[in-house]
């Protein structure tokens, strides 16, 4: 008796992906695939394929060459042999490989995960790699032994062999041909039959035309028994070897079974996604709540994709759940009925077993704990053989065994026997299992089962579309109203003759013709409707991609103006320190010049230059309105302008600059901001508006640097005069501070301060004008 599984040929399922697996340890592995019985253990199985898909997509194909399926060499209890321990150790080279590159690459915890599993071997893979060459031969240097002894085998032949060339060359015309050969693992020469005699020696071996023996010569017998001896002594140190390295496995067997066992179900789990992008497959979400809703289903064995072919596969949309838990499917022979029910056990098994889903996205599957089938005996999806009494013999055993839980796919119920009888019994075993509450697929083409479906709110009615005018299936499935078996248009296709086509018709009469017709009408109006939501479906899944594809757009565009501005801040940040360093370096070269002009000039000519860069509406200044002097940063109200140059009023003071030199002010609104006043201040800068500077606490080194920074700043502000307070204290500062403004070229006088500006605890700078 065939299993339910096998019914609905998820066996050969298997088979198409173990064919994508690597090793032996792989295809068995997915030959062990069934469902499994929990939500839990079915999500977890499909999130293991989703993040070996995208292992695959991002990483390529996981290591596994050399993964071979060793398990019965590790069974023996012998020694094995130099290949079978080269199986042996590429076997477990390749768990260590699968293992670290599965957990050391990053984003795939759920590999990780089962690739830590895979017992740690490399203690084991570096002793054995030293006797192995990279083609499995045993290494020269396997032991200190093998190596003496392989060292002093060539040197003996070799000397064999000169002896035996010295022989040829003494007794040419006794020598068949001039040649060196191996009889028995000892080197011989031919000799002439007819002149056997002249060289004394051991015969070996007569040739197989009698014109030739094949002597060992007297003098290269002790010679041979030299290198007979080392070639024994080399086969004994390599069964030692092998017994060593024999034992190295057997102590580590349990660690390589698991080792295996593992690799076995990645290099499965591989299989699964490759088959999975092969059928253009999607994960499913599992519930408990008896919800089955598989959108565009393919069966993978009819996918043109597996099958290489041209034609395409047609999908089916099958929905089931608790309210209504039975769908009674009917049409027309050979119409893709049976492919239906089938392709439904099919994927739910597929899903539950961790293999991939070859639906649509959204597909929704129940954690079933059984598919029950009845298909008939061994036959195609559309033959139908089997007898009315084997049928009901199964169809018990279904009974017997379904629960609540169950999946029930029952085909051609009620049929093989006399129409009224089957559909009565039909409509008996459908209202059973709605009793039990079993999620249930029927097909049928009794039209009185199809009148149950239709009188019973559990139930659904689905049919096969039918093209009138090429009298052939389309294998769509339409949900909702029932199907016509097209008994009649299906014989005039194949060819009867017109009489009896035309006195069939006759014998339904003319009530049937008509429901007929109105049946058929409403599968048109039907197939309209799916074919006008299938255009609305892919117009909104164009409009849904061109959605994603603009969000795509913007998020790029977000990113590149980020890394432009990220760019252009660094760059910024460059050019003033650029700037800060070239400033520094100007103010101590011309420190001790009192040119003034000079200076200025040279430090703000950076900025000269970065004002050419800037746009041309951020320079505007009108009459009348603020400005800001870029190099300065002083504040003031432009008075008048003429051509390149203008006017600015900062505090009562003029200055007459070049107008692409001020930046016009705005104010919050954005325009530009008037002013009655002839100053603005400036926002807090390193010189408050008293214009001192307090050292006191400093280092003279440090006092004399902020010094310096501080008159250079008051210099370019304008100011007349400032106060350095540097306190009492021990002097020192106080002496280093007026020292330094008595050589500064920019104070042109300096004195303590008076009662109220701090005594000689300050010193008051005059500035030069």
Known sequence: MKSPLHEIEFDRILTLVAMEAKSAPGKDAVARRHPLPTLTACENAQADLADMRRFVHT????????????????????????EESWQVFRAVRATQALRETCTRTEGFLRLAAIASAIPELDELVGKLNKFFTREGKLREDASAELRAIRKRVPEKRNAVQRVLHDVMNKHGEAIQEPLIVMRGDRYCIPVRTDHRNAIPGILHERSGSGASVFIEPMQAIELNNDLADLLLQEREEIARILRFISQLIAEAADDIRAAIHVAGELDALQA??????????????????????????????????????????????????????????????????????????LLVAMAMSGLPLPAADGSMIPIVDA????????????EHLSTFSAYLVRLKRVISAATERSLVLLDELGAGTDPEEGAALAAAVIEYFLERGALLIVTTHLSSVKSFAMNDSRVVNASMEFDTATGKSTYRLIVGIP???????????????????????????????????????????????VEQSAELERRQAAAEEERQA???????????????????????????????????????????????????????????????????????????????HRKFKVRGVVESIDGTKAVLNVSGKRMTVDRKELLGLRDEGGGM?????????????????????????????????????????????????????????????????????????????????????????????????
Not at 297 to 321: G, N, S
Not at 606 to 626: M, S, T, Y
């Open 59 to 82: 990483q390529g194909l996981m290591p596994l060459a050399g993964l071979t399926d060793v398990r019965a060499l590790l069974a023996r209890d012998s020694v094995l042999e130099l």
């Open 272 to 345: 699964c996604a490759i088959f999975a992008d092969t059928v253009g497959a999607s994960r499913p979400s599992f519930n408990n709540d008896r919800r089955l809703h598989l959108i565009d289903a393919r069966h993978p064995l009819l996918d043109e994709r597996v099958q290489e072919t041209d034609q395409p596969v047609v999908p089916v949309t099958v929905e089931l759940r608790a309210a209504t838990s039975a769908l009674i499917i009917s049409g027309p022979n050979a119409g893709g009925k049976t492919v239906a029910l089938k392709t439904t056990g």
């Open 371 to 382: 598919i029950h089938v009845l298909v008939g005996d061994d036959q195609s999806v559309t």
């Open 483 to 529: 199907g016509r078996s097209r008994a009649i248009e299906v014989a005039q296709v194949i060819g009867l003759p017109s009489p009896i086509i035309d006195r069939a018709r006759e014998r339904l009469g003319p009530r049937y013709v008509e429901v007929d017709q109105l049946v058929g009408m409403l599968q048109n109006k039907m197939s309209s409707v």
């Open 550 to 628: 603009l969000e795509a757009s913007r998020k790029k565009f977000d990113s590149e103006r980020a890394r432009v501005g990220s760019a252009f801040r660094e760059e910024l940040e460059r050019l003033r320190d650029d700037v800060s360093r070239q400033v520094s370096n100007e103010i101590k070269n011309l420190r001790a010049n009192a040119n003034m002009r000079q200076v200025v000039t040279t430090l703000t000519k950076p900025i000269d230059q970065a004002i050419e860069f800037l746009p041309e509406e951020r320079r505007e200044v009108r009459v009348g309105h603020q400005a800001e």
């Open 673 to 769: 901001k008037p002013s009655h006043k002839s100053f603005i201040p400036h926002p807090p800068s390193l010189i408050p508006e008293t214009a001192e500077l307090n050292l006191i606490g400093q280092r003279v080194d440090d006092a004399l640097e902020a010094s310096d920074k501080f008159l250079d700043r008051a210099l370019l502000e304008g100011k007349q005069a400032v106060r350095i307070i540097h306190g009492f204290g021990t002097g020192a500062l106080r002496k280093a501070v007026r020292e330094h403004l008595r050589k500064h070229p920019a104070v042109k006088s300096w004195r303590p301060g008076n009662e109220n500006e701090g005594g000689d605890g300050a010193t008051v700078a005059v500035l030069e004008e």
